[in-house]
């Protein structure tokens, strides 16, 4: 599978179910941290071949715009914040 189709694979399929759930649960770090690395793990197949923070850069700037859970939880908090 193209490293595209995974990203489409992450960011679409597992990522989706996981946003209804943090946006009314506040998860563990260390969870956060297990889920992501499966990810990052699926994505390069077990071999890691440039810094895990590059994977989360959009695709212009030159990351392929795998999406950072922690990063995602953190905008739901702000997200909730400002409505109340």
Same mark, same amino acid.
């Given at each position: 599978?193209?490293?595209?189709?995974?990203?489409?694979?992450?960011?679409?399929?597992?990522?989706?179910?996981?946003?209804?759930?943090?946006?009314?649960?506040?998860?563990?770090?260390?969870? $956060?941290?297990? #889920?992501? *690395?499966?990810?990052?793990? +699926?994505?390069?197949?077990?071999?890691?071949?440039?810094?895990?923070?590059?994977?989360?850069?959009?695709?212009?700037?030159?990351?392929?715009? $795998?999406?950072? #859970?922690? *990063?995602?939880?953190?905008? +739901?908090?702000?997200?909730?914040?400002?409505?109340?």
């Amino acid at each position: 599978m193209s490293y595209r189709g995974r990203v489409l694979i992450i960011n679409n399929l597992v990522s989706c179910g996981l946003w209804h759930k943090l946006a009314f649960v506040d998860p563990p770090a260390d969870l $956060l941290k297990q #889920l992501q *690395s499966i990810m990052v793990d +699926f994505f390069w197949d077990g071999l890691h071949w440039v810094p895990q923070s590059r994977l989360f850069l959009l695709k212009e700037e030159g990351g392929q715009g $795998l999406i950072h #859970l922690a *990063s995602r939880v953190a905008i +739901f908090r702000l997200q909730f914040i400002q409505r109340f």
